[in-house]
């Protein structure tokens, strides 16, 4: 039972341009939300999160939003930059989640010099 | 300031043997979760520790089990070890509880069942 769901397993985009990354959700009860970035041989490195009580944060390059209504959120990178090639997954937790996140399957974006 | 460390970093072992891959979260962190990530998947929850104490587990069977010191640093342990349990082991660690922040993850232990 999959309750956070990354449908695109990999996304290609041109150097300077936008990345956008999108991710699904089950759970109405999650109201936290993470993306954390993975390169090859580490652990995922914490990006950017959102509350549901906001349905935008910007952090430099990357905004993340948020649509409560559709359960799904996205993360945008602009401009896209080839050091942000690597694996996104998106997590998110809740009330009654027992202190654990759910993460997605991940993206593998690659940016094209 | 050091980071999340795990050990050992690669380990191979066979069908119903034992395991304990090792954690060190970073210094004032309390909290230690475990995360279990196969090949092609997320990370799946296995355990948090905060405090010593045991405050969320996944749905994993009993086989799989962790504890947390007195200085935060935690153990998992899987017993009679299946081909299926082949995975990267995640360690994470955060201030308490599931933190603002979320985790800080370390690099993991590649566990390989043969």
């Known amino acids: 039972d999959q309750q956070v769901k990354q449908n695109s397993p990999s996304l290609s985009v041109q150097e300077g341009r936008i990345s956008i990354l999108n991710c699904d959700y089950t759970?109405?009860?999650?109201?936290?939300f993470l993306w954390y970035k993975k390169y090859p041989a580490e652990g995922p490195t914490f990006l950017i999160s959102i509350s549901s009580i906001k349905d935008k944060n910007e952090d430099g390059r990357f905004t993340v939003f948020l649509n409560k209504s559709a359960k799904h959120l996205s993360l945008h990178i602009v401009p896209s930059q080839p050091g942000d090639s690597a694996v996104y997954f998106c997590a998110a937790s809740g009330a009654g989640t027992g202190n654990q996140f759910y993460f997605g399957t991940g993206t593998s974006l690659t940016v094209i010099p | 300031d050091a980071g999340v460390t795990q050990s050992p970093t690669h380990l191979i072992k066979t069908r119903g043997q034992q395991v304990t891959l090792r954690c060190s979260p970073i210094s004032g962190h309390k909290s230690v979760s475990w995360y279990q990530q196969v090949l092609g998947q997320g990370p799946q929850f296995i355990f948090q520790?905060?405090?010593?104490?045991?405050?969320g587990r996944g749905n994993f069977p009993d086989r799989f089990s962790a504890r947390q010191f007195p200085n935060y640093s935690s153990e998992l342990n899987v017993n009679a070890l299946l081909l299926g349990d082949s995975a990267l082991y995640l360690c994470a660690s955060s201030l308490g509880g599931l933190g603002n922040y979320g985790y800080t993850f370390g690099s993991g232990t590649r566990l390989t069942v043969v």
């Open positions: 759970n109405s009860m999650f109201d936290y």
């Open positions: 520790y905060y405090e010593k104490e045991e405050r």
